[in-house]
């Protein structure tokens, strides 16, 4: 009889701690979409075929493609050499315009930022180097509209974590369902 007693408890507090677990990531993304810094990446060219996969969009940004080149390139000398590897994953240094577009990046080696400067959250993998969100879904039968995005806008807080918020035409305008 003690132990069903205990186990109801044990169960309640596991349903509890996710519950708390839950609210807290949504409370987290409800103040990155609130006090985030916007970002905005222009999308670079994704194979036609994954383009539009039922109801999601392939991305990848162009700001990313001599990252990767070069971290290919580190991670190929350590392999060859036996020294240590680049990370998996880190933060690189994006430098935005006026319009806050990216407009070049770096890996972060801990320079200092400059007020045009921005900290995002990489992570390296198989399928390449990523530092934003790698699908967008959207609502099934609004492929057609999403097809002209050109760019992502993001939310980004202090220590790299990017959010995308919305997808953007040629004009920078907000694509809405």
Not at 71 to 98: K, R, Y
């Amino acid at each position: 009889m003690k132990t069903k007693h205990w186990m109801k408890w044990l169960a309640g507090g596991v349903v509890l701690l996710v519950l708390i677990a839950t609210n807290l990531s949504v409370y987290q993304k409800e103040q990155l979409l609130k006090n985030g810094a916007v970002v905005i990446l222009e999308l670079a060219p994704v194979d036609p075929r994954s383009l539009m996969q039922g109801d999601y969009m392939a991305l990848r940004y162009a700001i990313t493609q001599s990252l990767q080149q070069q971290l290919q390139a580190q991670n190929d000398a350590c392999h060859d050499s036996g020294a240590a590897c680049v990370p998996a994953s880190g933060t690189v240094i994006v430098e935005l315009d006026a319009q806050r577009r990216a407009v070049r990046a770096e890996f972060d080696h801990g320079q200092i930022l400059r007020a045009q400067d921005v900290v995002m959250k990489y992570h390296f993998s198989e399928h390449g180097l990523n530092i934003g969100t790698r699908s967008y879904f959207f609502q099934e039968g609004h492929a057609e509209r999403f097809a002209g995005a050109r760019y992502g806008e993001f939310r980004v807080d202090k220590e790299g974590t990017a959010l995308l918020t919305y997808l953007l035409d040629a004009k920078g305008k907000r694509i809405l369902p």
